[in-house]
């Protein structure tokens, strides 16, 4: 296997940083897919919170507010069924109230 020639350098908290924005996003996601079995996502969920990513906390509050991905339920109704459990997951052991530090405005 042939290593790529270009090496990415990601920074969490640099803002306006597409890269690192779809970085969030899918770590999110995949967090979210990960709370069909809650006691696997609470350790991802507290890997996040202990490492200080809070782009992916907020990517995961949104996701917890969005409606599901379009098309999901037509074209793959099990996919459909895993992200609503997943989601009713996260409510039900509150995850939905975590929330990034405020940020200080001076």
């Given at each position: 296997m042939q290593k790529s020639p270009h090496?990415?350098?990601?920074?969490?908290?640099?803002?306006?940083?597409?890269?690192?924005?779809?970085?969030?996003?899918?770590?999110?996601t995949s967090l979210i897919l990960s709370c069909v079995d809650p006691e696997?996502?609470?350790?991802?969920?507290?890997?996040?919170?202990?490492?200080?990513?809070?782009?992916?906390?907020?990517?995961?509050?949104?996701?917890?507010?969005?409606?599901?991905p379009e098309g999901l339920a037509d074209t793959s109704p099990l996919k459909f069924?895993?992200?609503?459990?997943?989601?009713?997951?996260c409510y039900l052991m509150g995850w939905n109230k975590i929330n990034p530090p405020k940020k200080e405005t001076h």
């Amino acid at each position: 296997m042939q290593k790529s020639p270009h090496k990415i350098v990601l920074q969490p908290g640099i803002q306006g940083n597409h890269l690192e924005n779809d970085l969030a996003t899918d770590l999110a996601t995949s967090l979210i897919l990960s709370c069909v079995d809650p006691e696997k996502a609470q350790k991802t969920l507290v890997c996040y919170i202990e490492s200080q990513r809070w782009d992916v906390i907020e990517e995961f509050n949104k996701l917890l507010k969005a409606p599901p991905p379009e098309g999901l339920a037509d074209t793959s109704p099990l996919k459909f069924k895993n992200w609503m459990k997943a989601i009713t997951n996260c409510y039900l052991m509150g995850w939905n109230k975590i929330n990034p530090p405020k940020k200080e405005t001076h």
